[in-house]
């Protein structure tokens, strides 16, 4: 669930920003601010999360980054899209989200037997990779329905079933 729904929300992310940008009323450069902002935000929360990772249960981890991930893109609904937070929206959004995927990972690898890592590994990506196609599909229809706020509601909604999921297992 966790490789599957970081998937859709990085395709949907990385495939479709441009086009809340432009949808948006976003000038060029805003626009490329907006497209950088994620990765920006990975780069710079990889390292303290993976750490924290370290320390900690991976699977309080996991949940956390997951509601702050699914949180900012609930932020994202409600800031304007001309206010300039909306860059820091996109900076915390990628700071979860690519270290989410690589959380998800090394939990799977953490309960896999050694033998079988590469292929463990493996599945994860094609999973990841289908995650990346189907989100957004998924979106990108919702988006020309009913509006560009789809973007961030779809992606806070991928965020979210890993959130409920692993609520799941933490209890159950």
């Not at 990975?42 to 980054?65: E, T, Y």
């Not at 789809?150 to 959130?163: A, D, H, R």
Request: charged fraction near 10%; include cysteine; glycine fraction near 14%.
């Amino acid at each position: 669930m966790g490789s599957f729904s970081t998937g859709a929300a990085t395709g949907t992310i990385l495939g479709l920003s441009a086009v809340y940008a432009t949808g948006a009323g976003f000038t060029i450069d805003r626009t490329a601010l907006f497209l950088l902002a994620p990765t920006m935000g990975g780069v710079a929360m990889q390292w303290p999360i993976g750490k924290l990772s370290d320390r900690l249960r991976r699977r309080n981890v996991i949940f956390g980054v997951s509601v702050a991930a699914a949180g900012l893109c609930a932020l994202g609904v409600v800031v304007p899209a001309d206010h300039p937070s909306v860059l820091l929206v996109m900076f915390g959004i990628g700071g979860a989200m690519f270290p989410l995927y690589s959380l998800v990972v090394s939990y799977t690898l953490d309960w896999s037997a050694i033998e079988k890592t590469v292929g463990v590994s493996g599945t994860l990506v094609r999973i990841n990779g289908t995650g990346a196609l189907v989100g957004p599909l998924v979106t990108a229809p919702l988006m020309a329905w009913l509006g560009s706020a789809l973007f961030y509601w779809t992606t806070g909604g991928f965020f979210s079933v890993v959130v409920v999921f692993i609520s799941y297992r933490i209890l159950f």
